[in-house]
């Protein structure tokens, strides 16, 4: 049975904020087993929230990675990049962070940012890319 968070909070009868229970582990059944989800380490920082995630998919190739989301009024929530954390720009990234943000994401989040701050992400066809390193390695 799928049920959205609403739906689950309604049913629970938890409607304040502070009626919510914290959550310390999720786990999902993959093929009949059950996998615990290591992600999402919330990080607070002056105007963003930072969330690390382990390596979990294609997109951030082979290490932990940080999602930063706007904590302003006009808007909150907002996904504004991901950055892994040698500081290479993950999920379609392209910005040129902020004195501050980069500050909290060396200090907060242990990314090492570019000392130019800026993260660009660039696709390739794996294959591709595969013969450029083969090439270069001949």
Known sequence: ???????????????????YPEIDEVYIKVDG????IREGQWIS????????????????????????????????????GVLNMDGSASHGTKMRLTKRMANELEKKCGVAVPENRIVEWVATDSLE??????????
Do not use: W
């Not at 609403?6 to 009868?13: A, D, I, Q, T, V």
């Open 45 to 80: 920082g002056k105007k963003n929230f930072y969330r690390v995630d382990a390596v979990t998919h294609m997109q951030s190739g082979d290490q932990r990675h940080v999602h930063i989301y706007a904590k302003s009024k006009d808007k909150p929530g907002t996904e504004l």
């Open 1 to 19: 049975m799928k049920t959205t968070l609403k739906e689950l909070r309604s049913k629970l009868g938890l409607t304040k904020k502070e009626d």
């Open 129 to 138: 890319l595969s013969i450029a390193v083969q090439l270069l390695n001949e």
């Open 33 to 36: 087993d059950y996998a615990l």
